[in-house]
Structures are given as C-alpha cells and as structure tokens.
C-alpha cells in the first residue's frame, strides 16, 4: 500500500494489527484457527524495532519465541525457525551474543525480522520494512516475503519503495478529498 505521508497507512496496519479500535465496523478473517481472533494471526512489523537492548541478540529472539505463538492454520505451511538460523538467515548470525543496544540499526531491523521466522505467523503487517536496511539486507528482505507468500501467507505493507513481490496488489491511499462549505441561499 502506498500514498503520502499522514494518509492513514499506518493507521490501517495499527487498525489490522488490533493495536488502534476501528472507528466503525469490525475485523474479520475468514479462514484461520478458529479459536484465535483475527489479530492473533498476525504479526506486526512497525517503526519501532521491538528490540531489549540489554539483551543479547539471541537473548532477544529466544524471548519472543517464548512470548509469542506460532499459528497454522490449514494452507499456511512455514515452520517454526531455531534463533540461530534466523539470524544466520538474515546475515546477522556472528551478532548473536553481542548485546543488542551494540547493533547498527540495519542490524537492530533484521533483528526485529526475524522475530518473524521463530514464531511464524500467517499474516505480516509491515509499516516501512525496508527503512535502515542496505541494498543486500532489502534483497534478503524481499527473498523473505516472497517465500512467506508461497508458503501460504499474507501480507500487508506500507511503503514508499517499490518491492518486487510474487502476486502483489497494490492499493494508493488519496487524502480525502474536503467537501466545500455549502452556502446558505
């Protein structure tokens, strides 16, 4: 989903996400694991990186491994990822014992990344994955989502740069457009 600055797309991913109410009207999702809600199945990815800076890297992600539930539901077929080989994935294997406040913040973003290989979920909603990324982290990035969407997952992004996935649809969000004043006669 694109558009400009203050449109809504983060609102709509913090609305998907179940962390803003919607103004009107519920959300709904048809399939799934019937005893979650909707945003249970989600996994959100926004600004913040969601990383313990007094932790280790691998302390980090065994945390929100414990924390979070992997769901999967009928269709969706990616497992479960060791800590380890989520961050080797993400080319940030050799950080693994270094506290996390020491990482870059490309470094700190893949991080948050992999929270979403150890407990793998079916539907990703990602505000701006690819801010503080480099040109190789994106195409690990990219490679990602596109496995993500074969395996049967959704995805919702947010972004300003264009991303080369498989069975994209793209939405531009537009400002409303203000009515003018009626005047009275």
């Given at each position: 989903m ?5 449109v ?11 962390l ?13 694991t019937e ?8 996994h ?15 302390e ?8 979070s539930q ?5 269709g ?6 060791a ?9 940030i294997?050799h950080?693994?014992?270094?506290p ?12 948050s ?13 990602m ?6 990324l ?9 490679a990602?989502m ?5 395996s ?5 992004t ?10 994209a649809?793209k939405?531009h ?5 203000d ?7």
């Open positions: 694109t558009g400009p600055n203050g809504g797309k983060s609102s709509l991913l913090r609305t998907l996400a179940g803003v109410p919607p103004a009107e009207g519920h959300v709904r999702l048809e399939g799934g005893e979650l809600t909707a945003f249970e199945h989600c959100y990815f926004g600004h913040q990186d969601a990383v313990k800076p007094a932790l280790s890297v691998i980090n992600l065994t945390f929100w491994q414990a924390f992997s769901v999967t539901p009928d969706f077929t990616t497992g479960r990822m800590p380890a080989d989520a961050l080797d994935g993400l080319g294997g950080t693994a014992r270094l996390a406040a020491y990482l870059s913040a490309g470094q700190k973003r893949r991080l990344l992999a929270r979403l290989l150890v407990t793998p979920r079916p539907i990703w909603l505000d701006e994955p690819t801010s503080a480099d040109a190789d982290s994106e195409k690990r990035l990219i990602l596109n496995g993500h969407l074969l049967g997952g959704l995805i919702v947010a972004t300003h740069t264009p991303l080369t996935l498989n069975k649809q939405l969000l537009e400002p409303a457009r009515h003018p004043a009626e005047v009275p006669a």
